[in-house]
């Protein structure tokens, strides 16, 4: 997952949390979605040292956390083909961290306009490294964003306006960040973000949750796992929403007029993804102007 600060300090070392991101974009470059260009050292030794729990979470869970990046990296990948199906142009991909989509989707869709941003020592990374391989240009941009600074360069209303200078509909998606704050906090943001795509009619908003599972001794085994998570990133890690309905509300709520709570299962004969063997555990939000 990559991750943003449970705190408003701007100055905040994300050095503890980008090990999220690592592990992520290994996963990516093992399946063959990713670029070598992306691909870290220290990815590859996080992707050695996960393989044992991830067997077990395997067992336990019908998936694990691979299965989970999977599943919900290949099903906003669809989603983003079919919002620029309708002549959407503008991507801002939001904790981008070594995630590979910026490149694929400039690689088979030039027209666009990819803009990946993150906090400002992840930002600089991955501007570094698409710099490197010739990607960066007009059209493919890195950016440093806060999504709780409610001010200043870094906030999301800068960030978006300096990004696409007009009112255009865009695609905007957060991967891997929702989680690791509380509901409150983020709701906070979405409030913002649904504001920001008001007067762009046709934009579309692509997350995903976790839902929490009915079952006693497993919803304790992932609280065990999500406060150790939360312990080592210095963040609120959380499951906000039990069930489907539960999410749509929410998300009507902070502002978008439509939202669907995609889950994978449904995806299962369309699309390349691997399968969990009970209910996943992941959902993707769709959420429009």
Known sequence: MN????????????????????????????????????????????????????????????????????????????????????????????????SPRGIRLRDKYPHIHMVEADLPDMATRKAARLL?????????????????????????????????DNNEPMVVITEGLTSYFSLPVISKFWNRLARLMQPRPGSVYLSECYLMPERPLLRGTLKSLGGLLGAVTRSDVSFHFLNDQQAAEHFTVCGFPSVAVHNPADFYDRLPIPESRHDPMVRVIEARS
């Open 3 to 98: 991750t943003t600060p449970s705190d408003n300090s701007p100055g905040k070392d994300s050095s503890s949390i980008s090990f999220t991101a690592l592990y992520t974009g290994a996963v990516w470059h093992r399946n063959g979605l990713s670029d070598d260009i992306l691909a870290t050292g220290q990815g590859r030794w996080l992707y050695h040292l996960m393989t044992p729990f991830e067997a077990s979470s395997k067992a336990l869970l019908g998936g694990n956390i691979r299965t989970f990046l999977l599943q919900r990296h290949l099903i906003i990948d669809h989603l983003i083909e079919q919002a620029l199906g309708r002549g959407v142009t503008q991507v801002l991909e939001i904790a981008c961290g070594m």
């Open 132 to 164: 490197v391989a010739g990607r960066l240009g007009d059209k493919h941009q890195v950016m440093p964003v806060d999504i709780l600074a409610e001010s200043g360069v870094q906030s999301l209303e800068v960030v978006v306006k300096r990004a696409f």
